[in-house]
């Protein structure tokens, strides 16, 4: 984890203490600045890793696709990275889940499924997969390690996206 990473999770961290105080008519005075910033840490510290350069541009990016503010774009980026976050799913109309918080450079999202004649869970736009049962055709055990697989393709193509030579 990086410098600049961890001093975004920390002020998302006290931004959202921040809110939850005003949410319940509390006084922001006595919120524990410690506490949030050491809790932000210990969790930034188990984050995929995601170097600096990469982070950012996956912000922009962000920030330019959805037309949201740089702080929005930086709370997406962080749980593009967060492996602990749960994800939640939703029905894809060909009988898969599309997988929250799993984005791509291109704005797609992420979607796993096992929808196939052997039921194995699989990444549905797996460029690995030539063909199902031959070299490269990933399967597992679950819909969440499919999709905690997933969140590691999409983050190596966010490194290769914006480390390429424009």
């Given at each position: 984890?990086?410098?600049?990473?961890?001093?975004?999770?920390?002020?998302?961290?006290?931004r959202?203490?921040?809110?939850?105080?005003?949410?319940?008519?509390?006084?922001?005075?006595?919120?524990?600045?410690?506490?949030?910033?050491?809790?932000?840490?210990?969790?930034?510290?188990s984050?995929?890793?995601?170097?600096?350069?990469?982070?950012?541009?996956?912000?922009?990016?962000?920030?330019?696709?959805?037309?949201?503010?740089?702080?929005?774009?930086?709370?997406?980026?962080?749980?593009l990275?967060?492996?602990?976050?749960?994800?939640?799913?939703s029905?894809?109309?060909?009988?898969?889940?599309?997988?929250?918080?799993?984005?791509?450079?291109?704005?797609?999202?992420?979607?796993?499924?096992?929808?196939?004649?052997?039921?194995?869970?699989?990444?549905?736009?797996?460029?690995?997969?030539?063909d199902?049962?031959?070299?490269?055709?990933?399967?597992?055990?679950?819909?969440?390690?499919?999709?905690?697989?997933?969140?590691?393709?999409?983050?190596?193509?966010?490194?290769a996206?914006?480390r390429?030579?424009?």
């Amino acid at each position: 984890m990086t410098i600049h990473m961890n001093a975004m999770a920390a002020a998302l961290a006290m931004r959202d203490a921040c809110r939850r105080c005003i949410d319940t008519d509390r006084p922001i005075d006595h919120v524990d600045i410690g506490a949030v910033v050491a809790i932000a840490m210990r969790d930034a510290a188990s984050y995929l890793p995601c170097p600096d350069d990469v982070f950012e541009g996956i912000a922009k990016a962000i920030q330019a696709q959805s037309r949201c503010t740089g702080a929005v774009a930086f709370d997406v980026a962080l749980r593009l990275v967060d492996p602990s976050r749960p994800f939640a799913y939703s029905r894809w109309r060909h009988g898969g889940w599309y997988v929250s918080d799993v984005r791509y450079p291109s704005g797609a999202c992420g979607c796993v499924s096992n929808n196939y004649l052997d039921k194995k869970w699989r990444i549905v736009c797996d460029g690995r997969r030539q063909d199902l049962n031959e070299p490269g055709d990933v399967t597992f055990r679950s819909r969440e390690e499919a999709a905690r697989a997933e969140q590691v393709l999409a983050l190596e193509a966010w490194t290769a996206a914006i480390r390429s030579p424009a």
